[in-house]
């Protein structure tokens, strides 16, 4: 009898052992997983290295900045030639600056009547509207859709 709970706890230690080792090899393993996907840099299916604004826009990229759209084919599209909206010129704008100052935002706002709490860009607009960067129109609108202007950038 006494043998015998003498080899479970062998059983119980070896297993215990294992499971450590296992977990120990795991970890281990993260930095080289990190590495891995740092290393994965998104390229955009419509911005090749000849186009003339490509070190700009993959500089965004390397910041964080911006990430394109993911396409149906799992490809990234930027839209190079397309027309920012006032809720992407916010998000960018945002963007930078929380980078720069190591801050972040998850306040919305409530000050126009067509910018719905879970609008995608609603935190940015309110971090950038915080600051008097942007504001919104004198009907209480702020047209997120909206080109933005020359005139407003």
């Known amino acids: 009898m006494r043998n015998q709970k003498g080899m479970r706890g ?5 297993r215990l052992l294992a499971g450590a080792i296992v977990a120990l090899m795991l970890l281990a393993m993260i ?4 590495l891995y996907a740092a290393n994965q840099r998104i390229t955009f299916s419509d911005v090749d290295s ?3 604004y490509s070190d700009a826009i ?4 390397d910041e964080g900045i911006v990430q394109g759209v993911l396409q149906e084919d799992n490809t ?3 839209f190079p030639d397309s027309t920012i909206t006032r809720a ?3 998000k960018l704008i ?3 600056i929380m980078r720069e100052t190591n801050t972040k935002t998850n306040r919305a706002t409530t000050r126009f009547y067509d910018l ?7 935190p940015y607009i309110a971090y950038v509207l915080d600051r008097n960067i942007i504001s919104g129109y004198e009907d209480a609108s702020f047209k997120p859709e909206a080109p933005v202007t020359y005139g407003e950038v």
């Not at 930095?31 to 990190?34: A, F, G, K, R």
């Not at 993959?58 to 990229?61: F, M």
């Open 31 to 34: 930095p080289v997983l990190n």
């Open 10 to 14: 062998m059983k119980i230690y070896k």
């Open 58 to 61: 993959y500089t965004l990229v």
């Open 88 to 90: 992407e010129a916010a």
């Open 76 to 78: 990234y599209a930027f």
């Open 50 to 52: 000849s186009y003339v």
């Open 116 to 122: 719905p709490l879970d609008h995608w860009a609603n």
């Open 94 to 96: 945002a963007s930078v």
